[in-house]
């Protein structure tokens, strides 16, 4: 065989091999953006569960901090409750000692009343 025919072979084998990837490269593109996809797919999956995971123990951690909260709302509850009962009462004493003071003010003006008679 001669130089010219091996180089034709050479470019006949050649050019084959460039048609054969110019076949296959779309094939090679679709399945990679395909693995993609699924990656992507995976990806998302996972970020869903984490956020999930990171969700649930949030609350976790919160469920202290709301019962606390729930008891100090009850004992503000009783307190307020508590205060209010004390403020009546105090009313009810300011009534008291501004009778008493009338009172006082009536028997101190019946003595004088009664010390200038004699």
């Known amino acids: 065989m001669s130089a010219a025919v091996l180089l034709q072979w050479a470019s006949a084998i ?5 048609v054969g990837t110019a076949v ?6 679709r399945r990679m953006r395909a693995e993609v ?6 990806s998302d999956k996972v970020e869903a569960e984490v956020a999930q995971v990171l969700s649930s123990t ?3 951690l919160l469920a202290p901090a709301r019962a606390e909260i729930e008891e100090l709302e009850r004992r503000l509850r009783l307190a ?24 006082i003010t009536g ?5 004088t ?3 200038s008679h004699h």
Do not use: H
């Open 14 to 18: 050649g050019g084959i091999g460039a």
């Open 80 to 103: 307020t409750d508590r205060a209010t009962a004390l403020e009546a009462e105090v009313q009810t004493l300011r009534g008291q000692v501004t009778a008493m003071s009338r009172e």
């Open 37 to 42: 996809r699924k990656a992507e797919t995976e």
């Open 58 to 60: 949030a609350l976790a």
């Open 24 to 29: 296959a490269l779309p094939l090679t593109l």
């Open 107 to 111: 028997l101190r003006e019946e003595n």
């Open 113 to 115: 009343a009664l010390r």
